[in-house]
Structures are given as structure tokens and as C-alpha cells.
Nanobody, 125 residues
């Protein structure tokens, strides 16, 4: 079992940057692969980025490539999402997720066992 708490959301102007943080509790953090999803009203939760247990492998949705970077600190039990060149269409509630599965499709919501409460990101023009 692991608990996830996101922070770092807020209001930012288009073209600006923001770094989201996800703090994980428990002593088995390194057993979980991690991901970030986002959701806006009337739409399904959307995959944004994922990172492997060791941090050696990452993946991104097409709209995030070149702008967002996911990383983790295995000592501090933290996962981050650095967001640069933000656009109004990035506005959403961003969620941190974790999975203990060894084989899964990383862009699917059902692959993940644990979720944070979400943090609001609003990008103004």
C-alpha cells in the first residue's frame, strides 16, 4: 500500500513553467512504476507521462513531448513533472498514479492501483 500527495499546482501565464511534485509514503516506493494523468470536465482522464521503477525509462503523450519532463528521486520517495512552455489547453487537474504490476499498458488508467487527490493547474492567456 502507498499513499500519494500532489503539490505545486496553481495559476500560470501561457509560455510559463510549473513543477508538480508527488510525495509517496511507505517503505516500498521503489517497487512502483509511476505516472501523471490529467483530467478536465466532461472528458476522460488522459495519460501525460510515465517513469519506470529505476527511473531509467520514461514515456510521454505526444502533446507533452519536448515540453514536459517526468523524473523521480528514489531516495526521497518523490516524483516530479516539470512543465515548460505551458498552453491554455494544459489546464486540468493533474493526478499522480502508481502501479505494482510488472506488465501493463502504461497509458491506460486501469493499469494503476493507487492515485493521489489531484492538483489544479490553470494556464491563462
Amino acid at each position: 500500500q502507498v499513499q500519494l500527495v500532489e503539490s505545486g499546482g496553481g495559476l500560470v501565464q501561457a509560455g510559463g513553467s510549473l513543477r508538480l511534485s508527488c510525495a509517496a509514503s511507505g517503505r516500498t516506493f521503489n517497487n512502483y512504476a509511476m505516472a501523471w494523468f490529467r483530467q478536465v470536465p466532461a472528458k476522460e482522464r488522459e495519460f501525460v507521462a510515465a517513469i519506470s521503477r529505476s527511473g531509467n525509462s520514461t514515456g510521454y503523450t505526444d502533446s507533452a513531448k519536448g515540453r514536459f519532463t517526468i523524473s523521480r528521486d528514489t531516495v526521497k520517495n518523490m516524483v516530479y513533472l516539470q512543465m515548460n512552455s505551458l498552453k491554455p489547453e494544459d489546464t486540468a487537474v493533474y493526478y499522480c498514479a502508481a502501479t505494482s504490476k510488472l506488465y501493463y499498458i502504461r497509458s491506460l488508467q486501469r493499469a494503476y492501483d493507487y492515485w493521489g487527490q489531484g492538483t489544479q493547474v490553470t494556464v491563462s492567456s
